[in-house]
Nanobody, 123 residues
Framework: QVQLVESGGGLVQAGGSLRLSCAASGRTFSNYCMGWFRQAPGKEREFVAAIAWSGGRTVYADSVKGRFTISRDNAKNTVYLQLNSLKPEDTAAYYC????????????????WGQGTQVTVSS
């Protein structure tokens, strides 16, 4: 089992920044690829970003590429998502997730999920 707890969400004006954190506990964090997903009210969950076990490889959704940055600190069992140049359409609950299969954009390939943290961007 892996337990994931997100933090860092909040209310921010368009153009602002936030840094989300996801703290992991349980099994060896470095054995897992980590992803961030988001879900806005009335919309399906969508992939945001993912990072490989060592942090050497990352992938991003086109909608956030160049604005968001995923990173991880295996010594702290934490994955981060830096959100810059935020837009109102970025408003959503953000979830981190863990999987052992590899770098993936598919939520169904993730085994463990956090409870989410809300990001609200005002115009």
């Amino acid at each position: 089992q892996v337990q994931l707890v997100e933090s860092g969400g909040g209310l921010v004006q368009a153009g602002g920044s936030l840094r989300l954190s996801c703290a992991a506990s349980g099994r060896t964090f470095s054995n897992y690829c980590m992803g961030w997903f988001r879900q806005a009210p009335g919309k399906e969950r969508e992939f945001v970003a993912a990072i490989a076990w060592s942090g050497g490889r990352t992938v991003y959704a086109d909608s956030v590429k160049g604005r968001f940055t995923i990173s991880r600190d295996n010594a702290k069992n934490t994955v981060y998502l830096q959100l810059n140049s935020l837009k109102p359409e970025d408003t959503a609950a953000y979830y981190c997730a863990a999987n052992r299969l590899g770098l993936s954009r598919l939520g169904d390939e993730y085994d463990y999920w956090g409870q989410g943290t809300q990001v609200t961007v005002s115009s």
